[in-house]
């Protein structure tokens, strides 16, 4: 299984911060590995600059495909003002995966062209896989302290429906967290199987029609293919398909 890169964007309306993550997967056998390259946030951004922003980050040759290494993931939250920007980028020609988040909502699903999920889900499925040392930061990031600022200040409650909920303090942000977890989640939840590689070695069980006392051989293999169609009458000849093409 190949690693990939994932762009995530996080959009915001004018005032607020935008933010845009780069990370790799790594998928393994039992779970991915996330390192994170890149996690910025900008603010007061125009809908038209936010688009070119992530259209520029996901087209860097960089994150294409070469060896070892898929086709980029550019995702987006749909969400609010993400609608209009996710069909911005895809009349720019550019195929992004739509994130939904939903009231409740632990088990996903997907329509009208989005993944739908709750928020506390998603953000379940990230937490557990930092937890596990899965969500790599290297130690001299630039954005490192403000990514830590913000998990910090970032808080999971009971509400009074008995839900869990996830939201940054007042006053703080969850920008950046929420952009990275709908990254994390998406992988976490459709990663990339590995599919074991099959070895054809040949058929040896002896045929019905070959069995002892019809006077053949009590071995199958070898020439089985040649002697099932002189069997079903081509005499060895253009034996296609199970079917006797003479």
């Given at each position: 299984?190949?690693?990939?890169?994932?762009?995530?964007?996080?959009?915001?309306?004018?005032?607020?911060?935008?933010?845009?993550?780069?990370?790799?997967?790594?998928?393994?056998?039992?779970?991915?590995?996330y390192?994170?390259?890149?996690?910025?946030?900008?603010?007061?951004?125009?809908?038209?600059?936010?688009v070119?922003?992530?259209?520029?980050?996901?087209?860097?040759p960089?994150?294409?495909?070469?060896n070892?290494?898929?086709?980029?993931?550019?995702?987006?939250?749909?969400?609010?003002?993400g609608?209009?920007?996710?069909?911005?980028?895809?009349?720019?020609?550019?195929?992004?995966?739509?994130?939904?988040?939903?009231?409740?909502?632990?088990?996903?699903?997907?329509?009208?062209?989005?993944?739908?999920?709750?928020?506390?889900a998603?953000?379940?499925?990230?937490l557990?896989?930092?937890?596990?040392?899965?969500?790599?930061?290297?130690?001299?990031?630039?954005?490192?302290?403000?990514?830590?600022?913000?998990?910090?200040?970032?808080?999971?409650?009971?509400?009074?429906?008995?839900?869990?909920?996830?939201?940054?303090?007042?006053?703080?942000h969850?920008?950046?967290?929420?952009?990275?977890?709908?990254?994390?989640?998406?992988c976490?939840?459709?990663?990339?199987?590995?599919?074991?590689?099959?070895?054809?070695?040949?058929?040896?069980?002896?045929?019905?029609?070959?069995?002892?006392?019809?006077?053949?051989?009590?071995?199958?293999?070898?020439?089985?293919?040649?002697?099932?169609?002189?069997?079903?009458?081509?005499?060895?000849?253009?034996?296609?398909?199970?079917i006797?093409?003479?």
């Amino acid at each position: 299984m190949n690693r990939f890169w994932v762009i995530s964007l996080d959009p915001a309306q004018l005032y607020d911060y935008s933010a845009l993550v780069v990370l790799q997967c790594i998928p393994g056998k039992e779970s991915n590995i996330y390192h994170l390259g890149s996690v910025k946030r900008k603010q007061k951004l125009p809908y038209p600059e936010i688009v070119q922003w992530a259209e520029h980050v996901f087209k860097n040759p960089q994150f294409q495909p070469a060896n070892g290494v898929s086709s980029p993931k550019l995702m987006v939250d749909v969400g609010g003002v993400g609608r209009a920007l996710y069909d911005m980028i895809r009349a720019d020609g550019v195929e992004c995966i739509a994130i939904q988040y939903t009231g409740g909502g632990e088990i996903p699903s997907f329509a009208n062209g989005a993944y739908h999920i709750g928020k506390s889900a998603m953000v379940g499925k990230f937490l557990a896989a930092w937890d596990d040392g899965r969500v790599q930061v290297p130690a001299n990031a630039s954005f490192r302290d403000l990514l830590v600022n913000e998990l910090k200040a970032f808080r999971g409650y009971m509400s009074s429906a008995g839900r869990a909920r996830f939201e940054a303090e007042e006053g703080e942000h969850d920008d950046q967290i929420m952009a990275i977890a709908q990254a994390v989640w998406w992988c976490e939840q459709y990663r990339p199987q590995e599919i074991t590689k099959l070895t054809f070695t040949g058929a040896t069980r002896v045929p019905s029609w070959k069995q002892s006392g019809s006077g053949a051989s009590s071995r199958g293999g070898g020439n089985w293919f040649a002697e099932a169609a002189a069997h079903h009458g081509s005499g060895g000849g253009e034996f296609i398909g199970g079917i006797n093409h003479r």
